[in-house]
Structures are given as structure tokens and as C-alpha cells.
Nanobody, 124 residues
Framework: QVQLVESGGGLVQAGGSLRLSCAASGRTFSNKLLGWFRQAPGKEREFVAAINWNGGRTYYADSVKGRFTISRDNAKNTVYLQMNSLRPEDTAVYYC?????????????????WGQGTQVTVSS
């Protein structure tokens, strides 16, 4: 059974940092696209960042460019999201996603596997 488990969320003040992790089990995703999405209350799930199989290519939403960094450790079957200079508008449940056969990294419904999400709350 494939599982993606996020961790690292929490409450932080504006300007602070958090590092999210997403550990996969049940199969390896070392050659698959991985992504992070987020969903705030009353809003649609939105793309945050994605990374190709070897980390050579990364993609970011404009709203997080320069503040967030996605990375991966294929030996650990884990993807990370380093979030710096956090803002109240970054408050959301953050989800990791794996395996995107279409390559459309920004489309949430193109991913095959999802984690359960981790809450990130940024206070002003």
C-alpha cells in the first residue's frame, strides 16, 4: 500500500520558517515527479512547487518564488519544502503529491498519490 506522510507543519509568526517533509512508503518514487500543493479554507487546492526525478528541475508558483525551496532525497524516498519569509496568506493545509504521468506539474488532478496534509498557520 502506497503512503505519503507529511510532517513539519505548525504555527509560526510572519517572517518565520518551516520545513515540511513528505516520506513515501510502499513504492519508490525516485524516478517520478513530486509536488506540493496547498489548500486554504474556502479556496481551491493550488500548486506550490514541483521537482523532477533527480532534482535537476524545479517549478514554483509565483506567490512562493524566492521564499520556498523544494528538494528531494531519493535514497530516503522523501521530498521537502523549505518555507522562508512566511506570510499570513501562506496559511493552508499543505499536501504532497507523487507520480504525474502527464508531466503537468501544476495540475493537482494529474497526480496519482496524495498525502493526508499538514496544517501550516502563519500569524501576523
Amino acid at each position: 500500500q502506497v503512503q505519503l506522510v507529511e510532517s513539519g507543519g505548525g504555527l509560526v509568526q510572519a517572517g518565520g520558517s518551516l520545513r515540511l517533509s513528505c516520506a513515501a512508503s510502499g513504492r519508490t518514487f525516485s524516478n517520478k515527479l513530486l509536488g506540493w500543493f496547498r489548500q486554504a479554507p474556502g479556496k481551491e487546492r493550488e500548486f506550490v512547487a514541483a521537482i523532477n526525478w533527480n532534482g535537476g528541475r524545479t517549478y514554483y508558483a509565483d506567490s512562493v518564488k524566492g521564499r520556498f525551496t523544494i528538494s528531494r532525497d531519493n535514497a530516503k524516498n522523501t521530498v521537502y519544502l523549505q518555507m522562508n519569509s512566511l506570510r499570513p496568506e501562506d496559511t493552508a493545509v499543505y499536501y504532497c503529491a507523487a507520480e504525474n504521468p502527464s508531466g503537468r506539474y501544476g495540475q493537482w488532478n494529474s497526480y496519482s498519490y496524495w498525502g493526508q496534509g499538514t496544517q501550516v498557520t502563519v500569524s501576523s
